[in-house]
Structure formats: structure tokens, C-alpha cells
């Protein structure tokens, strides 16, 4: 956030408009000052550009030519398509979802640098255009191994699974540059939750399946998941014994098909072989 604005928090658009949805709005987005008296704002479902009337909109919609992302669609699977946004490329888009995201975004800082980064925006396709369901950004190059920095599923779309077919997909992208991987940090209430269940999920399959003894490191290759995301998940799940100074997965099969019972599956997989995508160099 710029200086100025660290003192001037207050939550200022209430709603926000964006394709079919009347949204409200959970927190403060530093809009440019000139929309910071609107209570509602108008979005462009296609570019996010937004507007202070209805109107405004309307006659944008007559011109957009947009109908879905800029930028490559890398991934499609039914009506659900995935698209590679990069920032530098499509700078005011970028600024734009930087805008909407930190409305539902709590303790993120907002990175006008958007240059430095890749949207993996989601989207729900028919035949009036592709319309996003949530993102995610992943910086171009990060030195703290992280392959996520910020995760939104837009409220209407929440609590379906979008948001953990969302992290599985960064997972699958850290699988294919042969890296592990973890979200940037803090992580908000409703992202660790997100994150739990994914982890729970992925590792408790491989523990199920795997027949002998398995180590951290291991599964680590296996998923892209970072050892510390791994062994802290297992320990939640007290599946880790600590033995000679060492910390040993001990997957009692009964244990496991406890916490699988509890774990409920998610409905949306990513399906790899859909997944069309070169990493970024
Ligand atoms: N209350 C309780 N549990 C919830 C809630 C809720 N309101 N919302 C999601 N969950 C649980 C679900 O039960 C599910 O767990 P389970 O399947 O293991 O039972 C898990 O969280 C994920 O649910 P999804 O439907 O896959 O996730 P969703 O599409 O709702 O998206 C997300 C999750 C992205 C965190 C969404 O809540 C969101 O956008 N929140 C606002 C922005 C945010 O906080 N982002 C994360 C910040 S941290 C970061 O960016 C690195
Ligand atoms: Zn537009």
C-alpha cells in the first residue's frame, strides 16, 4: 500500500458489479482517489475495468471486445478453462484484478508491480463469454520457493471446490518446472483451511496406496508440497512419530481410513493431461 493510504483504511465500496453478480465488498482497496466516493463500483466481467455508472458500463459492454481473459488459455476441461495472464503483458488487467482481489483480500499488500507476476485466472465458460470464477498469482521468479502469492475465489462462487482446484493447479505448475512449492504467507483464516484440506487430502491418498515405509522427502517429490507444509500437516494428523531424533511417519491404516472418512473428497480434479503449459523462463 502507498503511505498515504496506511492511514486511510476504511472500508470504501460497499458493492461491486461484475457480470451477473451483485457482489459486496469485504475489505479496503486502495482505488485510485477519484472512486473513493462511489459506494458501488461497475467491473468489466471480461477486462475488470471498472466504472463509477451503470451507464458507463453499459455503453463499455457495447465496445469491449473481450469475452474472456487476455492472454493464453492453458488448460480446458468441460466448461472450466484456465488462463495465463502475464502482468507485464497485460499490465492494466493485472492492475485491475489487484484492485478487485484486495476487496476479499484481508492483510495482502497490493503489488503495483504487477510486472512481476502471472495471473492463473479461472473461468466458468457458455456461450456469452468466459466468465472468472477466482484467480490465482504466482510471482515470475521467487526466491522463497513460493508458487502462490495470492488465491481469491469471488464469494459467489465460493465454498464449491473452485478454491481447491485453485491450489491443486499451482501444485500441478510446481510439478511440471520440477520444484517444490508453498503459499506465500500469511495465510488468512479461510486459505489455511483451504490449504489443510488439500494437503490432508493428497497425502493421506499417497499414504493409503503406498505399501512400506515412506519419508518426508519422498512424498515432498511426489506432490511439489514444501517438507514443512508436509510434516506439519502430518503432525495436525498425528501420523508422526519422533524417534532417535528423527521425525517418522507412522500411517496406521486405521488412522488413515479415520481421517479419509473425515476428509470428504473434492469434487473438481484437475485433470493433467488437459493441462497444456511450458513453465515461464
Ligand atoms: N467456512 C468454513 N469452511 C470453509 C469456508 C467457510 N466460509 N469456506 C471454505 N471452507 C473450507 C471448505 O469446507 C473446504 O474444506 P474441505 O473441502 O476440506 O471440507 C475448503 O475450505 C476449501 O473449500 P473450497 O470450496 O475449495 O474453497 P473456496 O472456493 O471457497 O475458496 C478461498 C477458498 C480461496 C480461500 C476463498 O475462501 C477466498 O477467496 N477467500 C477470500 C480471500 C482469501 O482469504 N484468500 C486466501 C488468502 S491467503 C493467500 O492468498 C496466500
Ligand atoms: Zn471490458
Known amino acids: 500500500l502507498r503511505e498515504h493510504e496506511e492511514f486511510t483504511k476504511v ?3 460497499a458493492t461491486i458489479e461484475l457480470g451477473r453478480y451483485e457482489i459486496e ?14 459506494v458501488k463500483l461497475y467491473f468489466c466481467e471480461f477486462c475488470l475495468n471498472f466504472m463509477k455508472r451503470k451507464e458507463q458500463l453499459q455503453r463499455h459492454m457495447r465496445k469491449c471486445d473481450l469475452k474472456h481473459p487476455p492472454g493464453d488459455e492453458i488448460y480446458r476441461s468441460g466448461t472450466l478453462s484456465m488462463f495465463e495472464v502475464d502482468g507485464k503483458k497485460n499490465k492494466v488487467y493485472g492492475q485491475n484484478l489487484c484492485y478487485l482481489a484486495k476487496l476479499f483480500l484481508d492483510h495482502k499488500t497490493l503489488y503495483y508491480d504487477v510486472d512481476l507476476f502471472l495471473f492463473y485466472v479461472l473461468c466458468e ?5 468466459c466468465h472468472m470464477v477466482g484467480y490465482f498469482s504466482k510471482e515470475k521468479h521467487s526466491e522463497e520457493s513460493y508458487n502462490l502469492a495470492c488465491i481469491l475465489t469471488l464469494p459467489p462462487y465460493q465454498r464449491k471446490g473452485y478454491g481447491k482446484f485453485l491450489v491443486a493447479f499451482s501444485y500441478e505448475l510446481s510439478k511440471k518446472e520440477g520444484k517444490v512449492g508453498t503459499p506465500e504467507r500469511p495465510l488468512s483464516d479461510l486459505g489455511l483451511l483451504s490449504y489443510r484440506g488439500y494437503w490432508t487430502r493428497v497425502l493421506l491418498d499417497i499414504l493409503k496406496k503406498h505399501k ?19 510434516l506439519a500437516t502430518l503432525q495436525s ?7 532417535k531424533g528423527q521425525h517418522v511417519i507412522c500411517a ?3 488412522v488413515l481410513d479415520r481421517h479419509l472418512k473425515a476428509a470428504g473428497r473434492s469434487g473438481l480434479e484437475v485433470d493433467i493431461s488437459k493441462l ?4 515461464y523462463k
Not at 465488498?25 to 462511489?38: A, G
Not at 465458460?125 to 463469454?129: E, K, L, P, Q, V
Not at 518426508?216 to 514443512?228: F, G, Q, R, V
Request: with cysteine.
Open 11 to 13: 472500508k470504501n465500496i
Open 276 to 279: 497444456i503449459w511450458t513453465p
Open 252 to 254: 496406521d491404516p486405521k
Open 25 to 38: 465488498t469485504w475489505y479496503f482497496s486502495p482505488f485510485p482517489p477519484e472512486y473513493n466516493d462511489s
Open 237 to 243: 494428523l498425528e501420523l508422526i512419530q519422533y524417534r
Open 212 to 230: 512400506g515405509n515412506i519419508s518426508i522427502k519422498e512424498l515432498s517429490d511426489m506432490t511439489a508440497i514444501k517438507a514443512e507444509d508436509i
Open 125 to 129: 465458460c457458455d456461450d456469452r463469454g
